[in-house]
């Protein structure tokens, strides 16, 4: 696809969930998803090559949680992968600190790279297990805003990303459809972990029609010192 035509379609889908981006920004979407291409071909960050689609389920997606975070805030993208939705939310939201955390430490290696090339400032990225780095000081209960986007079931992402942000904070977990199950299923564990839902909202994703979830989860109390617990813990013994 043209230059021309991927910026017309990227900001008219944009628009569409009142988002309005700048050229500055457009030629930053066009260079970022060269890149994840370019290093696709070498190591494996989406299975979406189509650049339509990549348009939509990749940068549309990630900019529908842009209502939900203020500026200046710090924010940690949980589970990163090739950087969705934390890059395309540092590009609209400048002033944000945004750190990129996964477990991978090649495709941090990547996001290196791409965040260079895009020239973002205030962008850390964190290697290690959910687990692990939020047991630590230095890392627990940090953060304003903790995002994650198809990471693991409700009630195991709470166990991730709640010990990471501060009392007054907030998760926005990104799912799929029929996330009402899950909510039900994780409802027990959010309130252990010090979190309530604030809301759920529901949205199309334009011109796929796929149904997408944003649950919108506060920290109003600190994480009891046992979570997260070790490991693959959260995964096969979920809170119930």
Same mark, same amino acid.
């Given at each position: 696809?043209?230059?021309?035509?991927?910026? @017309?379609?990227?900001?008219?889908?944009?628009?569409?969930? =009142?988002?309005?981006?700048?050229?500055?920004?457009?030629?930053?979407?066009? !260079?970022?998803?060269?890149?994840?291409?370019?290093?696709?071909?070498?190591? =494996?960050?989406?299975?979406?090559?189509?650049?339509?689609?990549?348009?939509?389920?990749?940068?549309?997606?990630?900019?529908?949680?842009?209502?939900?975070?203020?500026?200046?805030?710090?924010?940690?993208?949980?589970?990163?992968?090739?950087?969705?939705?934390?890059?395309?939310?540092?590009?609209?939201?400048?002033?944000? @600190?945004?750190?990129?955390?996964?477990?991978?430490?090649?495709?941090?290696? +990547?996001?290196?790279?791409?965040?260079?090339?895009?020239?973002?400032?205030? +962008?850390?990225?964190?290697?290690?297990?959910?687990?692990?780095?939020?047991?630590? +000081? !230095?890392? &627990? @209960?940090?953060?304003?805003?903790?995002?994650?986007?198809?990471?693991?079931?409700?009630?195991?992402?709470?166990?991730?990303?709640?010990?990471?942000?501060?009392?007054?904070?907030?998760?926005?977990?990104?799912?799929?459809?029929?996330?009402?199950?899950?909510?039900?299923?994780?409802?027990?564990?959010?309130?252990?972990?010090?979190?309530?839902?604030?809301?759920?909202?529901?949205?199309?994703?334009?011109?796929? =029609?796929?149904? &997408?979830?944003?649950?919108?989860? &506060?920290?109003?109390?600190?994480?009891?010192? !046992?979570?997260?617990?070790?490991?693959?813990?959260? !995964?096969?013994?979920?809170?119930?």
């Amino acid at each position: 696809m043209e230059e021309k035509l991927f910026k @017309e379609i990227l900001k008219e889908r944009a628009q569409s969930i =009142n988002i309005f981006l700048n050229e500055e920004e457009l030629n930053q979407f066009y !260079q970022y998803k060269d890149l994840v291409l370019e290093w696709n071909e070498k190591i =494996n960050l989406t299975a979406i090559t189509d650049e339509r689609e990549f348009i939509i389920k990749h940068f549309i997606d990630s900019l529908t949680i842009k209502p939900y975070i203020e500026d200046s805030k710090t924010i940690i993208d949980i589970g990163t992968g090739a950087g969705f939705p934390g890059i395309p939310i540092k590009i609209v939201n400048p002033n944000n @600190e945004v750190v990129l955390f996964d477990s991978l430490n090649k495709r941090l290696m +990547v996001l290196e790279d791409i965040v260079g090339k895009l020239k973002l400032s205030k +962008v850390q990225l964190v290697h290690g297990r959910a687990e692990e780095t939020f047991k630590n +000081v !230095q890392y &627990r @209960e940090k953060y304003d805003i903790a995002v994650s986007r198809a990471v693991a079931s409700l009630n195991v992402l709470a166990e991730l990303t709640l010990p990471s942000v501060k009392v007054g904070g907030m998760c926005i977990c990104m799912k799929g459809n029929n996330a009402e199950e899950e909510i039900k299923e994780a409802e027990n564990a959010i309130r252990v972990l010090g979190g309530k839902i604030e809301k759920v909202d529901k949205f199309i994703l334009p011109e796929l =029609n796929l149904e &997408r979830n944003i649950i919108v989860i &506060r920290k109003i109390k600190q994480t009891p010192k !046992q979570y997260p617990r070790k490991p693959g813990t959260p !995964q096969k013994s979920p809170i119930l």
